[in-house]
């Protein structure tokens, strides 16, 4: 702040966010084409009937606001009951057990993200992102004047990360390293020996794994989710989550920032105060809706939530196998897990389109169909697709992708494709 002023010393890339790029799409589209709005960019599968919440999260939301026990204000830190279930949640995926103090309830996963990055924040640090990755962590980051470094993933092995690349970006002012599993943008979902070879690392290099599991359990391929904390013991792991996205309630803000470190390296009572301390100026969720998760998570049927991933691997299988129909774009990894995956365009085969933002918002206006450019999630010239929706919008909206790609492609190209069939 200089003189009274606000800092705009922001680099533009920083603020890049989903939100803001799919608002400037939405007002591309033209309505005059008389086609309906589809939009594919947004990780709400609420949009969509397909995808609801299960009958015992409303009951239990209903019960505590009718209680009328819950209408103050909750300890910042969350409500004891609230925080307790949690820790008993996350702790059957562990080889340990967590306590409630383990726990603090977040505003939203967003919101851990914020309370992670805070607490590890100091002059001269850096952080390690995955890139592509969640535009959110730059964000903040940017906010905490912490310097990002990239590590990339691999799409030709699955978006693994970049094991060696972490370890050559690291150095002795690193404080954290990002892990997003299940993955998004790219719809992987990491086996345990991956996530062991991070951990090791991590620990070698004396940081903290932040753990990114908004996504938990949506896993339909073949490695089966493995939470980060079950490498606690190892390297100390800060466990990020939410009820948002396996329980399809995104709205009502319900996440939780959590200590996974059996060994208490991260356990230091001047660390913990300061965390509390922070949550003191933060505004977590509605008491009321704290209130409901105990019985939210320990009511809920198996049943929902294996629908929830049958439904899933339906749509990634309906979008796989269009977009192998599609000229100038590939798949060259199949979703195993999360809601997106993400697309490769062959800009040199697409007459008079420039980049991937280019792309999107062309399509906005001639198709009225949203995808996210894959310059939001720092992998340029490639796509992302959330395929959290109806078969039928998605098979429409897919049906459009093709028919725009193929109005574009460069006359050469296409008698090369004909050829080939």
């Known amino acids: 702040?200089?003189?009274?002023?606000?800092?705009?010393?922001?680099?533009?890339?920083?603020?890049?966010?989903?939100?803001?790029?799919?608002?400037?799409?939405?007002?591309?589209?033209?309505?005059?084409?008389?086609?309906?709005?589809?939009?594919?960019?947004?990780?709400?599968?609420?949009?969509?009937?397909?995808?609801?919440?299960?009958h015992v999260a409303g009951e239990a939301v209903v019960e505590a606001l009718q209680s009328e026990k819950f209408n103050g204000y909750s300890p910042t830190v969350g409500l004891p009951q609230t925080r307790r279930a949690i820790a008993e949640y996350l702790s059957c995926d562990l080889p340990y057990k967590l306590s409630s103090d383990d726990v603090f309830v977040t505003s939203g996963c967003t919101q851990a993200i914020d309370v992670a990055l805070s607490m590890l924040a100091r002059p001269g640090?850096?952080?390690?992102?995955?890139?592509?990755?969640?535009?959110?962590?730059?964000?903040?980051?940017?906010?905490?004047?912490?310097?990002?470094?990239?590590?990339d993933l691999l799409p030709e092995r699955g978006w693994e990360v970049d094991l060696d690349s972490i370890e050559a970006l690291a150095d002795q002012n690193t404080v954290g390293l990002v892990i997003i599993n299940p993955g998004n943008p790219c719809g992987n979902v990491y086996s345990y020996q991956h996530l062991e070879k991070i951990a090791e690392i991590a620990e070698k290099l004396k940081i903290p794994v932040i753990a990114d599991e908004v996504y938990?359990?949506?896993?339909?391929?073949?490695?089966?989710?493995?939470?980060?904390?079950?490498?606690?013991?190892?390297?100390?792991?800060?466990?990020l989550g939410s009820l948002s996205k396996r329980w399809i309630v995104p709205g009502w803000r319900l996440g939780w920032f959590v200590i996974s470190d059996p060994c208490g390296m991260f356990k230091n009572p001047k660390i913990v105060e300061r965390i509390k301390k922070y949550f003191?100026?933060?505004?977590?969720?509605?008491?009321?809706?704290?209130?409901?998760?105990?019985?939210?998570?320990?009511?809920t049927d198996e049943v929902f939530f294996q629908k929830t991933i049958n439904t899933l691997k339906q749509t990634s299988?309906?979008?796989?196998?269009?977009?192998?129909?599609?000229?100038?774009?590939?798949?060259?990894?199949?979703?195993?897990?999360?809601?997106?995956?993400?697309?490769?365009?062959?800009?040199?085969?697409?007459?008079?389109?420039?980049?991937?933002?280019?792309?999107?918002?062309?399509?906005?206006?001639?198709?009225?169909?949203?995808?996210?450019?894959?310059?939001?999630?720092?992998?340029?010239?490639?796509?992302?697709?959330?395929?959290?929706?109806?078969?039928?919008?998605?098979?429409?909206?897919?049906?459009r992708l093709k028919s725009f790609c193929k109005r574009h492609t460069k006359l050469t190209a296409a008698i090369l494709e004909v050829q080939a069939i």
């Open 216 to 239: 938990g359990h949506l896993a339909f391929g073949d490695n089966p989710f493995v939470p980060m904390g079950v490498f606690g013991s190892i390297v100390p792991v800060l466990t």
């Open 125 to 151: 640090a850096n952080i390690l992102l995955p890139r592509p990755g969640f535009p959110i962590y730059e964000l903040c980051a940017t906010f905490r004047r912490l310097e990002v470094r990239y590590f």
């Open 317 to 399: 299988d309906i979008c796989c196998d269009m977009i192998k129909e599609i000229p100038c774009i590939t798949c060259p990894h199949k979703p195993q897990g999360s809601m997106a995956v993400m697309i490769k365009v062959n800009l040199s085969s697409l007459e008079n389109i420039s980049d991937d933002i280019d792309f999107c918002f062309r399509l906005a206006k001639e198709e009225s169909v949203i995808i996210l450019p894959g310059t939001a999630v720092g992998l340029k010239n490639w796509l992302r697709i959330t395929f959290a929706a109806d078969p039928h919008s998605l098979k429409e909206a897919l049906g």
């Open 280 to 299: 003191d100026i933060l505004g977590g969720p509605a008491t009321f809706i704290q209130a409901a998760v105990p019985r939210i998570i320990g009511q």
């Open 1 to 54: 702040m200089e003189n009274g002023g606000l800092n705009h010393e922001m680099d533009t890339a920083s603020t890049i966010t989903i939100k803001g790029i799919l608002s400037l799409l939405m007002q591309s589209v033209d309505e005059k084409n008389g086609k309906r709005l589809i939009s594919l960019g947004m990780g709400d599968p609420t949009v969509y009937s397909c995808f609801h919440t299960t």
